[in-house]
């Protein structure tokens, strides 16, 4: 299986900040990587599919960006409604493999 | 608007058989390009997906469950199943269910853009 590391594991951080997360693949997986949020008790959300793309209804805050097989999602401007965790997901090659998660808190 | 919304028992006993369904609303499951998934969250393992279903009824599962999953989709119900069979308590999570969307060009790969709120199942005796 492709194996996901996504680093921090958590944050803490103020509003206004810019955040980055970051998603390290175990093998090159091109630009089949997806970002989620979750929120406590709730499903989690599609932010970015594809690497880049912006999922619909999403704040521009949010972007996604790619170097090898690193990953990194930015908030560009942290906001309180973006508390969560944060989970990566690749979709180059089944089985579909998630990373541990990264919390924030603000 | 695509809607999906899990259903099932919340305690299954040990070695027994969990059976999970999956309604969709808002769109023909055989219309169309997307796979139907099943993922489950335990404070364990984390995300971990489970399996796909096409509209034509071609299936795929995790390898690491394969031999215990079967997975089906009534396109007249417009229903997603699941069913896990010899549980144990590491089978004990949250269950969703999503769409598995393809994005298309320029932006290709699938992704899950709708998903259900999702249901607990607990494995104990």
């Known amino acids: 299986d492709i194996e996901m590391t996504q680093s921090p594991s958590s944050l803490s951080a103020s509003v206004g900040d810019r955040v980055t997360i970051t998603c390290r693949a175990s093998q090159t997986i091109g630009p089949y990587l997806n970002w989620y949020q979750q929120r406590q008790g709730k499903a989690p959300r599609l932010l970015i599919y594809?690497?880049?793309g912006l999922q619909s209804g999403v704040p521009s805050r949010f972007s996604g960006s790619a170097s090898g097989t690193d990953f990194t999602l930015t908030i560009s401007s942290l906001q309180p409604e973006d508390y969560g965790t944060y989970y990566c997901q690749q979709s180059y090659f089944p089985p579909r493999t998630f990373g541990q998660g990264t919390k924030v808190e603000i | 608007q695509v809607r999906l919304q899990e259903s099932g028992p919340g305690l299954v006993r040990p070695s027994q058989t969990l059976s999970l369904t999956c309604s969709i609303s808002?769109?023909?499951?055989?219309?169309?390009?997307?796979?139907w998934s099943w993922i489950r969250q335990s404070a364990g393992k984390g995300l971990e997906w489970i399996g796909r279903?096409?509209?034509?009824?071609?299936?795929e599962s995790n390898p690491s469950l394969e031999s215990r999953v079967s997975l089906s989709l009534d396109t007249s119900s417009n229903k997603l199943s699941l069913t896990l069979t010899s549980v144990t308590a590491a089978d004990t999570a949250v269950y969703y269910c999503?769409?598995?969307?393809?994005?298309?060009?320029?932006?290709?790969?699938?992704?899950?853009?709708?998903w259900g709120q999702g249901v607990l199942v607990t494995v104990s005796s």
């Open positions: 999503a769409r598995d969307h393809y994005g298309g060009l320029p932006s290709p790969g699938y992704h899950f853009d709708v």
């Open positions: 594809a690497t880049s």
């Open positions: 279903v096409y509209g034509t009824g071609t299936a």
């Open positions: 808002g769109v023909s499951v055989n219309i169309g390009g997307d796979y």
